[in-house]
T-cell receptor, first 111, second 116 residues
Framework: GQQLNQSPQSMFIQEGEDVSMNCTSS?????WLWYKQDPGEGPVLLIALYKAGELTSNGRLTAQFGITRKDSFLNISASIPSDVGIYFC???????????FGTGTRLTIIP | GAVVSQHPSRVICKSGTSVKIECRSL??????MFWYRQFPKKSLMLMAT?????????EQGVEKDKFLINHASLTLSTLTVTSAHPEDSSFYIC????????????FGDGTRLSIL
């Protein structure tokens, strides 16, 4: 099935650094979601975006729904060890609820 | 936040065994539940969409006779992997939604299935 292009594929950063990742698509989505998955667990919803141009924060996380409705980005400020994991974007095309997932960004914090 | 419980978390069984995985929404009525499969270091791939009281809709390439889905109530969906073989070994994850377009999916913690 279709997957969204998510970049970067992996990131190695030091604690305290800011992180930025994005997700792009060739088609329009009506909803963008960002999830975090820890090893051996299911994805946990971080932020949901429902309107083009929308900018939403959840603590140190900020996500935006692109104006074209074909992209979204997620920023994490002042990273901490518990931010380690895999981040997935997911889009809902509208008309149904099926999610299309991004390829994931693996975040590693270097001690 | 919304809580989705998935059970069991891990199953190890012999080839030829059928395995049932349960997905429960604990604090909301889930009109729609979804079943995903995830291979190591890969993203989630949707297997099927399950609506309460009706037959599941399977994605292309997913064998409906191999992966039986039942959604008998608004809080419970089950996935049965019939006559499982080693190639069915994977991480299976369910999600639940209230069924409205502005309601995101909430995921269970997944089931690690290992077929010997």
């Amino acid at each position: 099935g279709q997957q969204l292009n998510q970049s970067p594929q992996s990131m190695f950063i030091q604690e305290g650094e800011d992180v930025s990742m994005n997700c792009t698509s060739s088609s329009i989505f009506n909803t963008w979601l960002w999830y975090k998955q820890d090893p051996g667990e299911g994805p946990v919803l971080l932020i949901a975006l429902y309107k083009a141009g929308e900018l939403t924060s959840n603590g140190r996380l900020t996500a935006q729904f692109g104006i074209t409705r074909k992209d979204s980005f997620l920023n994490i400020s002042a990273s901490i060890p518990s931010d380690v994991g895999i981040y997935f974007c997911a889009g809902v095309p509208g008309g149904n609820e099926k999610l299309t997932f991004g390829t994931g960004t693996r975040l590693t914090i270097i001690p | 936040g919304a809580v989705v419980s998935q059970h069991p978390s891990r199953v190890i069984c012999k080839s030829g065994t059928s395995v049932k995985i349960e997905c429960r929404s604990l604090d909301f009525q889930a009109t729609t539940m979804f079943w995903y499969r995830q291979f190591p270091k890969k993203s989630l791939m949707l297997m099927a969409t399950s609506n309460e009281g009706s037959k599941a809709t399977y994605e292309q390439g997913v064998e409906k006779d191999k992966f039986l889905i039942n959604h008998a109530s608004l809080t419970l969906s089950t996935l049965t992997v019939t006559s499982a073989h080693p190639e069915d070994s994977s991480f299976y994850i369910c999600s639940a939604s209230r069924g409205y377009s502005n309601q995101p999916q909430h995921f269970g913690d997944g089931t690690r299935l290992s077929i010997l």
